[in-house]
């Protein structure tokens, strides 16, 4: 990882559960991290097991390196097997520290996942993402973002109008400022990156699964380059 690092790699990553040492592991991320002034993103708490719970250390480890607000945190399924007052421990330091959380539902959709409503709720910045792209642990997985969506809708009732809403801006907004995309959005004076989807509403992107029409690159039109005739 060093090494990669020193290559020019801008972003570090770990997965707690791998390592026998899950704290160590942590330590060694966030150290590396804060060295080279990148961000850090971790498979945490992915089994949902309570022995491998290990994001209140991650939070605190955050805080105490000034990181905060510099890490994201994959799955995170252990916070729905806390009690609800462990819960709303882990929710303030989720919040103090600025961990960003991102829900793979397609990953891991046969355990309980990481409570998304509430942590919206909570005001923690959520993205969504598909973890897998046809590989050993999803073979069928595509990386397109809004059949996770989907899932995710199903699996934890984004029905109502406000849910969809939320999950919408997870897709677009909230997934932009997880990444740290810069200048995103329908603007004057921001680059012309596009993508028209053939659907009318959010709602109706998500039940049909809805095609890109058009697709706009830096203000040229690349629909029949990308996606041919």
Known sequence: LRQALQLGADLVGGHTIVDADGKRHIDTILNLARE???????????????????????????????????????HC????????EERREALELIRESSLKIISAPTAIATRALAPVKELLAAGVLVGIGSDNVRDFFNPIG??????????????????????????????????????GCEGYGI???????????????????????????????????????????
């Not at 708490?45 to 607000?69: F, V």
């Not at 399924?77 to 609800?84: E, F, G, H, I, V």
């Not at 058009?214 to 041919?228: F, H, K, M, S, Y």
Request: hydrophobic share 45%; aromatic share 6%.
């Open 77 to 84: 399924c252990t916070l729905s097997a806390l009690t609800p």
């Open 36 to 74: 080279f002034d990148v961000e850090a993103e971790f498979h945490l708490d992915e089994s949902g097991n309570r022995e491998h719970y290990l994001l209140p250390y991650l939070a605190r480890r955050m805080m105490e390196l000034g990181l905060q607000g510099r890490v994201t945190g994959i």
């Open 142 to 179: 595509c990386g397109d973002i809004k059949q996770v969506a989907l899932l995710l809708a199903y699996v934890q009732r984004f029905f109502t109008a406000e849910d969809i809403k939320q999950l919408w801006d997870m897709l677009t907004g909230k997934g932009a400022a997880l990444l």
């Open 187 to 229: 603007a004057v004076g921001r680059r012309a990156d596009v993508t028209v989807l053939a659907a009318h509403s959010p709602v109706e992107v998500l039940a049909k699964q809805a095609a890109p029409a058009v697709l706009i690159r830096g203000g040229r039109d690349v629909t029949e380059e990308i996606l041919g005739s």
